[in-house]
């Protein structure tokens, strides 16, 4: 192998080993906007639910660079206010999606990113990159924190989902918000059929 065609190899695989660590999922640029009118909503106990799921490839290539449910990802927009008088204090890792007779967990950042990277195969990632993905993804995801009177809590939730539902995922899917915590004692739940969009 001549010295131009050996540089041009180590050049190759050194670019293809920077895509590898360096690449991560993206998170929007600002906190998106949904319509109003967009959102399904449900009220239960003095408090308000309303959810948008995303659902087209074009949407989520806008928002995350990527067609997370092909990855076996799908994202809720979720919106939570206390209309009540009490606290109010939702614990999203005990909310799950269902889907016809299968039940899916919402997902903890660092599940996301795991699951987003097996599924693309991505081994390395660079730990400043991914600790700054992680940073920009928190800030649009919704936090589950204790919500006073009156308050309004709003971001993605994430769910692991089998891939080969992709299409059409949201027929037949509910979000199910269980445990939610209201004062001192007492804890409710709120399920949301989501409108199926697709085929």
């Not at 693309?120 to 649009?140: C, F, L, P, S």
């Not at 979000?175 to 697709?198: C, D, K, M, V």
Request: aromatic share 6%.
């Amino acid at each position: 192998m001549n010295g131009s065609r050996l540089m041009h190899l180590l050049a190759t695989m050194g670019c293809g080993l920077l895509m590898v660590c360096c690449s991560s999922l993206q998170a929007p640029v600002t906190v998106p906007a949904f319509d109003a009118g967009a959102l399904t909503r449900a009220a239960k106990d003095g408090i308000e639910l309303a959810v948008k799921a995303i659902c087209g490839e074009d949407d989520y290539l806008d928002l995350f660079d990527e067609d997370l449910p092909k990855s076996g990802i799908v994202a809720l927009w979720v919106q939570m206010r206390n209309a009540g008088s009490a606290r109010v204090e939702p614990n999203v890792r005990e909310w799950s999606l269902q889907i016809g007779a299968r039940s899916y967990s919402a997902l903890s950042l660092d599940e996301l990113f795991r699951r987003y990277q097996r599924a693309n195969r991505i081994r390395m990632v660079a730990a400043q990159t991914e600790g700054a993905a992680k940073q920009n993804m928190e800030r649009v995801s919704f936090r589950g924190n204790v919500l006073g009177p009156a308050a309004i809590c709003e971001g993605f939730v994430f769910f692991r989902i089998d891939p080969a539902l992709a299409p059409g995922w949201t027929r037949s899917a509910s979000l199910r918000a269980r445990n939610i915590r209201i004062g001192p004692r007492n804890r409710t739940s709120i399920e949301i059929l989501l409108p199926h969009a697709g085929p």
